[in-house]
């Protein structure tokens, strides 16, 4: 109890000083020895405090010495931390993440990381929570390394489909598992769908492709969160973009699937989006409050006043009470797409604000429509009444972001810059 009280402590030094590279830098290997001494002896009742420290320690940058972690790590998983591994996840998002080049440098970091990921997928006594993590891991990993992983994607690709063909209890699982092939699809839309018309669904020996985009469509609606919505945007209008003539046979048995499946993503994604900027909103709020709260504690010490101040202690007590409301929301029944929120933390270079799907859609929809209107036709046509006015309010909402995005650049630039030379004479 008293070391896990010490790391507990260390944990809270950690976050105090997270932002101040200066002191990170002092603190540093005393820390990273100590997790490594408790790996190396297997000290398995501070495995989830050390893995915390590293990941800690790996938040914002990754010095040469925290590296020489990473192998530590992987033999400690394979020794006796497959129970960890979720514990163990934050730290492998950091590797792989904030400093990609480093990672990239060694080619064995790719596959220890598949490895890992693997080894859970096919052990059938790691619970489904520890796969889906697994899932993420190498979703992660296929859109940050994109130009480089494409010598592993035929086996991930067999790796998650093999563990969908077994019993999946959460339906998270599956999602994630179907996550992963989506997103090798946006990375390489050709070489991924060579691997799907190469494998087949055991035991009727059924080809995969057909029936993998088969059921993607039809499930685009359970899709939950912001990313998987935006992956699912991407991956498809990647596939669609290079499609130079008629639908090919894996696509064309549900073409008057697709734009249903695209409105269904659009639909949930603009209400994720809206629910994200209202606890964006709260959360900016709590902090400010909590700032003006502090700065209000200052000013007493400094005057020693020991005045209590019953409205003060109320508004405290709110802001408490939002807190703890808001950290509820997670298993609230109202929205269901905070359902895999802890997943969503774990950032891709796809959440980034550059990447817009909502540009890239509409781009993709107009090329067909200037460039290959016979394939254009066959996915708009069959579309109910409701469906073409949801598709233009799509498109629509499409034009309104990117006048957003142009209105907050000419405001980051300072606005509309008028010329300084004034005429002389004026003409009325």
């Given at each position: 109890?008293?070391?896990?009280?010490?790391?507990?402590?260390?944990?809270?030094?950690?976050?105090?000083?997270?932002?101040?590279?200066?002191?990170?830098?002092?603190?540093?290997?005393?820390?990273?020895?100590?997790?490594?001494?408790?790996?190396?002896?297997?000290?398995?009742?501070?495995?989830?405090?050390?893995?915390?420290?590293?990941?800690?320690?790996?938040?914002?940058?990754?010095?040469?010495?925290?590296?020489?972690?990473?192998?530590?790590?992987?033999?400690?998983?394979?020794?006796?931390?497959?129970?960890?591994?979720?514990?163990?996840?934050?730290?492998?998002?950091?590797?792989?993440?904030?400093?990609?080049?480093?990672?990239?440098?060694?080619?064995?970091?790719?596959?220890?990381?598949?490895?890992?990921?693997?080894?859970?997928?096919?052990?059938?006594?790691?619970?489904?929570?520890?796969?889906?993590?697994?899932?993420?891991?190498?979703?992660?990993?296929v859109l940050q390394c994109k130009d480089t992983v494409s010598q592993l994607l035929p086996r991930i690709i067999k790796t998650v489909l093999e563990r969908?063909?077994?019993?999946?209890?959460?339906?998270?699982?599956?999602?994630?598992?179907?996550?992963?092939?989506?997103?090798?699809?946006?990375?390489?839309?050709?070489?991924?769908?060579?691997?799907?018309?190469?494998?087949?669904?055991?035991?009727?020996?059924?080809?995969?492709?057909?029936?993998?985009?088969?059921?993607?469509?039809?499930?685009?609606?359970?899709?939950?969160?912001?990313?998987?919505?935006?992956?699912?945007?991407?991956?498809?209008?990647?596939?669609?973009?290079?499609?130079?003539?008629?639908?090919?046979?894996?696509?064309?048995?549900?073409?008057?699937?697709?734009?249903?499946?695209?409105?269904?993503?659009?639909?949930?994604?603009?209400?994720?989006?809206?629910?994200?900027?209202?606890?964006?909103?709260?959360?900016?709020?709590?902090?400010?409050?909590?700032?003006?709260?502090?700065?209000?504690?200052?000013?007493?010490?400094?005057?020693?006043?020991?005045?209590?101040?019953?409205?003060?202690?109320?508004?405290?007590?709110?802001?408490?009470?939002?807190?703890?409301?808001?950290?509820?929301?997670?298993?609230?029944?109202?929205?269901?797409?905070?359902?895999?929120?802890?997943?969503?933390?774990?950032?891709?270079?796809?959440?980034?604000?550059?990447?817009?799907?909502?540009?890239?859609?509409?781009?993709?929809?107009?090329?067909?429509?200037?460039?290959?209107?016979?394939?254009?036709?066959?996915?708009?046509?069959?579309?109910?009444?409701?469906?073409?006015?949801?598709?233009?309010?799509?498109?629509?909402?499409?034009?309104?972001?990117?006048?957003?995005?142009?209105?907050?650049?000419?405001?980051?630039?300072?606005?509309?810059?008028f010329s300084h030379t004034l005429p002389h004479s004026f003409n009325f």
């Amino acid at each position: 109890m008293t070391a896990i009280g010490l790391l507990s402590s260390l944990q809270t030094l950690l976050v105090a000083v997270q932002n101040n590279p200066h002191i990170m830098e002092i603190i540093e290997q005393d820390c990273g020895n100590l997790c490594a001494v408790i790996l190396q002896h297997g000290v398995l009742d501070v495995y989830e405090e050390a893995f915390v420290i590293l990941s800690q320690l790996t938040l914002n940058s990754i010095s040469p010495f925290m590296w020489q972690l990473f192998p530590l790590l992987y033999q400690c998983f394979c020794d006796d931390g497959f129970d960890y591994f979720v514990d163990m996840v934050p730290a492998v998002h950091n590797f792989i993440t904030i400093d990609p080049p480093a990672f990239l440098s060694n080619p064995a970091n790719m596959q220890t990381v598949y490895d890992m990921c693997t080894k859970i997928l096919e052990n059938e006594n790691c619970g489904e929570d520890a796969q889906s993590h697994a899932c993420k891991v190498l979703e992660v990993m296929v859109l940050q390394c994109k130009d480089t992983v494409s010598q592993l994607l035929p086996r991930i690709i067999k790796t998650v489909l093999e563990r969908v063909t077994k019993t999946v209890k959460m339906k998270l699982c599956r999602s994630m598992c179907l996550q992963v092939v989506i997103a090798a699809l946006y990375v390489n839309p050709i070489g991924v769908i060579e691997v799907l018309e190469k494998l087949t669904m055991p035991p009727t020996g059924e080809p995969v492709c057909s029936q993998f985009f088969s059921q993607w469509f039809k499930q685009a609606d359970c899709v939950r969160g912001v990313h998987n919505r935006k992956i699912g945007i991407l991956g498809l209008v990647s596939v669609l973009g290079r499609c130079a003539g008629p639908l090919p046979a894996y696509l064309a048995a549900c073409a008057h699937e697709i734009v249903p499946a695209f409105l269904a993503l659009f639909s949930g994604l603009e209400k994720a989006y809206q629910t994200k900027a209202s606890v964006d909103s709260e959360d900016d709020a709590v902090e400010e409050a909590e700032e003006e709260d502090l700065e209000i504690e200052e000013d007493e010490l400094e005057s020693d006043e020991d005045d209590y101040d019953e409205d003060d202690a109320a508004y405290v007590e709110n802001l408490a009470k939002m807190a703890g409301s808001h950290l509820g929301d997670d298993d609230s029944d109202d929205e269901d797409d905070d359902e895999d929120i802890e997943l969503d933390l774990y950032d891709t270079p796809v959440d980034s604000d550059d990447i817009d799907e909502y540009a890239e859609f509409k781009s993709m929809l107009l090329g067909l429509q200037a460039n290959n209107g016979e394939l254009y036709a066959v996915l708009t046509s069959s579309l109910a009444a409701e469906q073409q006015q949801a598709l233009q309010e799509v498109i629509m909402l499409c034009d309104r972001r990117f006048a957003a995005k142009q209105s907050k650049l000419l405001e980051a630039q300072g606005g509309f810059q008028f010329s300084h030379t004034l005429p002389h004479s004026f003409n009325f």
